[in-house]
């Protein structure tokens, strides 16, 4: 990370600000920025000719279920051992392989969550004292939205309830403090005696010292990789990319495991690529169809967004409703923010309450093929729903109506030259991220777990909700405070927080930084309070904010600015996986 400062004992990563001209006030002012650039890839995935694979798809599944019986005989664990349990758990999810064992791992989280009780007798020798074991199963319970208090680390602590000092004493295996380091972005607001800011804080900083040293490979990536994104924030799909390979050096791998995982990443990519594919040439004719150059051309940094929100091999119908749903609002956006004056504005939001392709004429006419695209996007979504899901089409289209309202306040705001107050940005901007109403498209498609009245807890922005699109509104605002911004763009958060409490840039960052923080937190405690059933919005969510996490990483822009995040569009779409 580029900078990191303790705030109120909790540990705050903060990007460095870019150089700007002063105020009066001594603050620094967001600089403004050209038109956007063509995309990174052009026509390339539509295209592209993988190399002739090593294995038939075919052989390849075939020879997956054949690995998957085998691992499924390792939830046996004959000794009892918790320990065995929280490393077979966390070894399969952290390689992208827990959709494929989904009632064996509930079975042994359960098992794992007895753990801590002394009447079963599950925890075997000395586990219950070794404070790797004990913080991923801290980790792996709270993110199954299982309550365990941190009372589980005090043994760990001095009577001034500082971890040990001899707990950093080996540098050569960084893998515990790495769990407790992890473990440590699970907390949730008001977690008695800031036990995990305190983790927190001693774990990256004997992490840090570590990195500075020595270390090999692959402690020295894992390392690294924590630092900018602790797992719980992290996207799994990027996750499981850069660990099959370190997997693979771990001395106590699984022969099995690996192949298994190295399987499944093969097969997984086969079906990106056809996704891509397909979604590059449903884009390519939208884009070159309503011809409105101004936009974004970002299709391939909108699926590569997508597959981290939506990784499960079976929700492919709601991964390309997503994208091709960001595309059209991508283009929204960029009409209300760069180029449509306010009565186009207008007119346009009007033509979106309408929704019906008589409301037209109402139309400039360089927008009349966008809105009639939006209209039959929407209907093909439709037509791909069953018969029992089509009252979901509602809520989708609904929330698109909603987010051209809050388009059109922010359009108002720049045309009158409005300063809104922190407060009035915060409320606005963060349902105008999009990440709420793509929240609602994505469950669309998902299958028989997405119920009505999943949809009316969603679509009425539950705390869970506006959590996880505030984090990205927030990184966003820092993003576009230190990146520059258009010339009709609002003040960021960033600018509006400098000019009502008088501070300099870097401060105002270093508050939202907490801000996105206890964003984290709240969204961590409602995934345990909450109804299991209301899960599958959780989860999208939280997926959303990791996602973001990456693409906003030391306030980057990885969306708009698609060079900042090709090397990762190449290594999760292109670089080779062995067999």
Known sequence: MAASSAHAAVVMVIPKMATGAADSNGTTAAATRAAFAPSEWGDYFITYDPPLAQRSEEWMREKAEELKQRVQKMFVFEDGSVAGAVALVDTLERLGLEGHFREEIAAAITRIQLAGQESTGFVGGSDAHDLGVTATRFRLLRQHGLWVSTDVFDRFRDGDGNFSASLSSNTD???????????????????????????????RRCLEAMAKGELLSPAAEQVARALDHPLPRFTGLLETMRYVAEYAQEVTHDGTILELARLNSNLMRCLHLRELTALSIWWRDLYDTVNLRYARDRMVEIYFWSCGMIPEEELSRARLMFAKTFGLVSILDDTYDVHATAEECLSLTQAMQRWDESAVPVLPEY?????????????????????????????AKKAYQLQAEYYMQEAQWSSDKYRPSFKEHEELCGKSCDLIMLNLVALMGYGASATKELFEWAFAIPDVVRAGTQIGRFLNDISSYKLGKNKKDLPSGVECYMMEKCVTGEEAVAAIATMIEERWRTMNKACMEMDRALLPVAQLVANIARSNEVIYLCGRDGYTFGSHIKDLVTALFLDPIPL
Request: proline share 5%; no cysteine; hydrophobic share 45%.
């Open 367 to 395: 927008l009349r093929i966008l809105y009639i695209k939006t209209l039959s996007t929407f209907k093909e979504f439709e037509d791909l729903l069953e018969p029992h899901e089509k009252y979901r089409m509602s809520y």
């Open 173 to 203: 295996d960084p893998r515990i403090l790495l769990s407790l380091y992890n473990a440590a972005h699970m907390a949730v607001p008001g977690d008695v005696d800031a036990v995990l800011d305190n983790a927190r804080f001693f774990a």
